[in-house]
């Protein structure tokens, strides 16, 4: 069984429905409060923590005098514009007794289908949790259409788990865990703690129900998992209505987990393996020795540039006799490359006329 011990990276999924009482509409700031000790807890433990939070149009239908649930595109913008603003506010009031800052980021669904703008976001993450730092991420709904939705935080989540190469995706529900059947209706459904594989069997399992509050349902929890589990993320489904979820959690709490076969960094590895090169670069010798103890590309050791690529597209990385190193994802386009290959870092901004970073492509998102 999988449990929060040892993780290196943990995202949080919160949804509407545990963040804002259904009655008052009101923030549950005792609630928040709690996790924000969960939290804190698994940072002194060495975990870096993510956290995915819907809530900001529910605050904002609040502030607003709307009626959550039936709003046009331009109201549920106008919703989440004024209550993010509110959202991201009591994030950083529950985490301040405990020293820890967070900060807000605003996705949506081209954000990880773009390469550059996925390769942003992750950089930007990164930076953060290296900082100590907790980010607050939500669906950037003030600018989201329907084309460019995720549409329910689960998918987001999982999304944002496999960007932060997160070990570990907990979705705090108002159930839980997974059942055979839907147990409001069959009191002999069978409640399931570990799925080690997603059959159409399991898929089956999943129904359509959701709260007044929240968007999504079992089935979108079995999205989720889907692409958790495929980038060696373990994912866990667990009741969250209660104060101190991630501490009951960790204390063996009733929950389902949805077990990787791989972990992050090799899945990862595997995914840029699989991809087509959209040109390369080739490197000398001192480079390619690096490379092989573990480090990342420099723009020093390049010595050649084919093709026409962008900032995030898979390449190809050869040797001085061109034969294929691996491949990567590259952090320029091909006509800068062109123009810092072979340079030193502290050369690099004169030529492309802004600061940059000397690494062409990182370890992290190598496939030797």
């Known amino acids: 069984m999988a449990s929060l011990t040892g993780a290196a990276c943990i995202t949080v999924k919160i949804g509407s429905a545990l963040l804002v009482d259904s009655c008052s509409g009101k923030l549950r700031r005792d609630w928040l409060q709690s996790l924000s000790d969960d939290v804190a807890n698994l940072k002194s433990c060495g975990s870096s923590v993510v956290i995915v939070s819907s809530g900001a149009i529910v605050l904002g239908c609040r502030a607003l005098n709307f009626t959550p649930g039936n709003l046009s595109l331009e109201q549920s913008q106008a919703a989440a514009a004024v209550g993010q603003i509110r959202l991201a506010r009591a994030y950083e009031e529950a985490f301040a007794p405990h020293n820890i800052s967070t900060a807000q980021v605003l996705v949506t669904l081209e954000d990880s289908h773009n390469r550059r703008r996925y ?3 992750r950089a930007t993450m990164k930076t953060l949790l290296s900082l100590g730092v907790i980010p607050i991420v939500n669906e950037n709904d003030t600018i989201a259409t329907d084309e460019i939705r995720y549409g329910d935080n689960d998918r987001l989540a999982a999304q944002v788990a496999v960007t932060v190469g997160a070990d570990r995706l907990i979705l705090l529900s108002d159930v839980d865990g997974l059942y055979s059947s839907d147990p409001t209706v069959n009191p002999n459904a069978k409640h399931l703690k570990q799925i080690r594989e997603i059959t159409e069997q399991v898929e089956k399992m999943a129904g ?161």
């Open 119 to 121: 390769l942003n976001s």
């Open 208 to 368: 359509d129900t959701s709260s007044s509050l929240s968007k999504g349902g079992m089935k979108t929890k079995i999205l989720a998992a889907k692409t958790a589990v495929s980038a060696g993320c373990a994912m866990v489904i667990t009741l969250g209505t209660h104060n101190n979820p991630l501490k009951k959690l960790d204390k063996n709490g009733k929950s389902t987990w949805f077990l990787p076969q791989l972990d992050p960094q090799v899945a990862r590895k595997r995914w840029i393996a699989a991809m087509k090169p959209a040109g390369s670069v080739l490197i000398d010798g001192g480079a390619a020795q690096a490379l092989k103890t573990g480090k990342s590309l420099l723009a020093a050791g390049v010595r050649g540039v084919t093709g026409a690529f962008e900032r995030g597209d898979p390449v190809s990385i050869l040797d001085s006799r061109k034969f294929a190193l691996g491949k990567g994802l590259i952090r320029y386009n091909s006509s800068e490359t062109l123009a810092i290959k072979g340079c030193r870092s502290d050369e690099m901004e004169e030529i492309l006329g802004y600061p940059s970073h000397a690494t062409l492509i990182h370890r992290d998102d190598m496939a030797l």
